[in-house]
C-alpha cells in the first residue's frame, strides 16, 4: 500500500542546520524508511537563491521517499498543511545586541509564524523549535497559535541530552548505547541541567558508577552546558550537523516512541510537574507513545539537582515576563 506523503516545513532551509538536515529528512532518518514526505522549505527573500540550490541537490540523490519540494518565503504558504515542523531559522545574537533586543527581533519571527501554523497547518501538527532562545521562541509560536494544541509546540534539549550521554560515555568508559534515562532540564542554555542521578549505565545507577561529585560540578555540567559555545570558538560556528541529528532524533522519537525502560528530553510546555511553573516551555524527561509524550512522574529530586532545575527555570520565567512585557504573548 502507498502511504500518503507527510509533510514536513523546514524554516531556515538554507542556513547551516537546514543544509545537514534536509537530505536526512528525505532519506527517511527523521520519519521511517517507509515514510514518503514533501518537504516545504521556508526562507527569507534572501535566503531562496540558496534553498533553490539546496533543492536541486536534494533531486540529484533521487531518494525514492522524497515526492516534492516547495519552496517559499511566505509562511501561509510554507505551514499549508504542515504535519511536522522544524523552526530552525532565527534571528542570531549579534555584537552589542541586548537580551531584550534578540527576544525582540525573534519575536518577530515566531509570531507569525506561529499564527501561520495555527491558520495552514494539518491538524496533526508537530511543532520542534531549534532557532534560538529555542525554548522561549517556541513559547512565542505557540501563544499565536490558540487552535493548535499548546503541548504540540516543543524545543530542543535533545542536543543537550546527546551531548550529555557521550560525556558520560567517555567518563565510565560505557558504550553510548548503555545509557538510559539521563536527563536535560530546564532551558536550552548555560543554565541547563544535565541530571545523571537516575540515569542508568548498563543497569547500574550512573551517578554511584561516577561517584565523583566534583566531577559532576565541575566538569561534566559546565562541558554539557557550555559546548555549544566551545564548538562556536572551535569551529567559528555553531553547532550545524549535531544539532540537526539531535532535530531528527527529537521528532523520530516524538514520533515513533522511546525504547522500554528508557526515556529522553524535550523542551515541552510544564504542566506544573516538579514545580516548574505551569505554561513555560521547559525540559524535562519524557516517554513517547503513538505520537505524545507524557513527563515520567515520581523522580527523587535531590538537593543538588533542585537547586540546579529552580536556577534554570528562573531564567525561564524571566524570559516569559520579558516577552510578555514585549507584547508577544
Ligand atoms: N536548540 C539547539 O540545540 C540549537 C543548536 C544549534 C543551533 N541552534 C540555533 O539554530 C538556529 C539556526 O542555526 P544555523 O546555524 O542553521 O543558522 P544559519 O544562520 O546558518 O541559518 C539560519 C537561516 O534562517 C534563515 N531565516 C532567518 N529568518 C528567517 C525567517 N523569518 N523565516 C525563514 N528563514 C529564516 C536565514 O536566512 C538562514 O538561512 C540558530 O538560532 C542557532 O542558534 C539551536
Ligand atoms: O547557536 C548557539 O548559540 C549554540 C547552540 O545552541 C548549541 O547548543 O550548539
Not at 190 to 197: G, N
Not at 251 to 277: E, F, K, Q, R
Not at 297 to 325: M, P, W
Request: glycine share 10%; proline share 5%.
Amino acid at each position: 500500500m502507498t502511504r500518503t506523503p507527510v509533510n514536513v516545513t523546514v524554516t531556515g532551509a538554507a542556513g547551516q542546520i537546514g543544509y545537514a538536515l534536509l537530505f536526512r529528512i528525505a532519506s527517511g532518518h527523521l520519519l521511517g524508511p517507509d515514510v514518503p514526505v514533501n518537504l516545504r522549505l521556508l526562507e527569507i527573500p534572501q535566503g531562496l537563491k540558496a534553498a533553490e540550490g539546496t533543492a536541486m541537490e536534494l533531486d540529484d540523490c533521487a531518494f525514492p521517499l522524497l515526492r516534492d519540494i516547495e519552496i517559499t518565503d511566505d509562511a501561509n504558504v510554507g505551514f499549508a498543511g504542515a504535519n511536522v515542523a522544524l523552526l530552525v531559522g532565527a534571528r542570531p545574537r549579534t555584537k552589542g545586541m541586548e537580551r531584550g533586543d534578540l527576544l525582540s527581533a525573534n519575536g518577530g519571527i515566531f509570531k507569525p509564524q506561529g499564527k501561520a501554523i495555527n491558520d495552514n497547518a494539518a491538524d496533526d501538527i508537530k511543532v520542534l523549535v531549534v532557532g534560538n532562545p529555542a525554548n522561549t521562541n517556541a513559547l512565542i509560536a505557540q501563544a499565536a497559535a490558540p487552535d493548535v494544541p499548546a503541548e504540540r509546540f516543543t524545543a530542543m534539549t535533545r542536543l543537550d541530552h546527546n551531548r550529555a550521554i557521550s560525556q558520560l560515555a567517555a567518563k565510565t568508559g560505557a558504550a553510548v548505547s548503555d545509557i538510559k534515562k539521563l536527563t536535560i532540564w530546564g532551558n536550552h542554555s548555560a543554565t541547563q541541567y544535565p541530571d545523571i542521578f537516575h540515569a542508568e549505565i548498563a543497569g547500574k545507577n550512573a551517578a554511584e558508577l561516577v561517584n565523583d561529585e566534583a566531577w559532576l560540578g565541575d566538569t561534566f555540567i559546565p562541558t554539557v552546558a557550555k559546548r555549544g559555545a566551545a564548538i562556536i570558538e572551535a569551529r567559528g560556528a555553531s553547532s550545524a550537523a549535531s544539532a540537526a541529528n539531535a532535530a531528527i532524533d527529537h521528532v523520530h522519537t516524538w514520533v515513533n516512541g522511546t525504547a522500554a525502560g528508557d526515556w529522553t528530553s524535550m523542551g515541552i510546555p510544564s504542566d506544573g510537574s516538579y514545580g516548574v511553573p505551569e505554561g513555560i516551555i521547559s525540559s524535562f524527561p519524557v516517554t513517547t507513545e503513538n505520537g505524545t509524550y507524557k513527563i515520567v512522574q515520581g523522580l527523587d529530586i535531590n538537593e543538588f539537582s533542585r537547586a540546579r532545575i529552580d536556577a534554570s527555570v528562573k531564567e525561564l520565567t524571566e524570559e516569559r515576563d520579558a516577552v510578555r512585557e514585549l507584547g508577544l504573548i
